[in-house]
């Protein structure tokens, strides 16, 4: 079955850093491009960062860029984001999404929350 | 960055009615690069239409996309239980990626 199944949201202290990861099964995974996209608590959808399939380009919303990374491990098949100083704003379901590099998504995970709070 | 609009902010029909979403790109969007999701309470998106009008798989025909520019809709020519959901549209024409704040389609 193709999924993606996105771990290692939890609560966070401002300022903190986390490290979520999303293992991908089903699919080839070093043949796609993956990006982050996350949702605040009843809010819309917002783009977060995008990686190509070979790991060698990246690309961020302005909003984190500086203060995430995202990256990749084709070996194991896994979409890793880490994220430093975070922010309140920064509080969110953090979904992984498949689809061709900067365009829409085919394919989304169940998302995991981050909670960012003192 | 594209603002994309949506409207309405909520559409209220019965099963079997027609619904027409609205999204208006604040600038042209390159190639009509236009996608749909639909998201259901505690679900992630679902990618219905991409490229303005072309359906994603497993989408049935009952969803259609279409318009160019300034002026996108989502069609879904009669509702059945299962579509009453958020539905976003997503720009892909420029970067950043942006998408526009949901059309929520409830029961009337």
């Known amino acids: 079955e193709v999924q993606l199944l996105e771990s290692g949201g939890t609560l966070v202290q401002p300022g903190g850093s986390l490290r979520l990861s999303c293992a991908a099964s089903g699919f080839t995974f070093s043949n796609y491009a993956m990006s982050w996209v996350r949702q605040a608590p009843g809010k819309g959808l917002g783009w977060v960062a995008a990686i190509s399939g070979a790991g060698l380009s990246t690309y961020y919303a302005d909003s984190v860029k500086g203060r995430f990374t995202i990256s990749r491990d084709n070996s194991k098949n896994t979409l890793y984001l880490q994220m430093n100083s975070l922010r309140a704003e920064d509080m969110a379901v953090y979904y992984c999404?498949?689809?061709?590099?900067?365009?829409?998504?085919?394919?989304w995970g169940r998302g995991t929350l981050v909670t960012v709070s003192s | 960055e594209i603002v994309l609009t949506q409207s309405p902010g909520t559409l209220s029909l019965s099963p079997g009615e027609r619904a027409t979403l609205s999204c208006r790109p604040s600038q042209n969007i390159r190639s009509s690069y236009l996608a749909w999701y639909q998201q259901k309470p505690g679900q992630a998106p679902r990618l219905l239409i991409y490229?303005?009008?072309s359906r994603a798989t497993g989408i049935p025909d009952r969803f259609s996309g279409s318009g160019s520019g300034t002026d996108f809709t989502l069609t879904i020519s009669r509702l059945e239980p299962e579509d009453f959901a958020v539905y976003y549209c997503q720009q892909y024409g420029t970067s950043p990626l942006t998408f526009g704040g949901g059309t929520k389609v409830e029961i009337k």
């Open positions: 490229d303005t009008s």
């Open positions: 999404a498949k689809g061709p590099i900067l365009y829409y998504f085919d394919l």
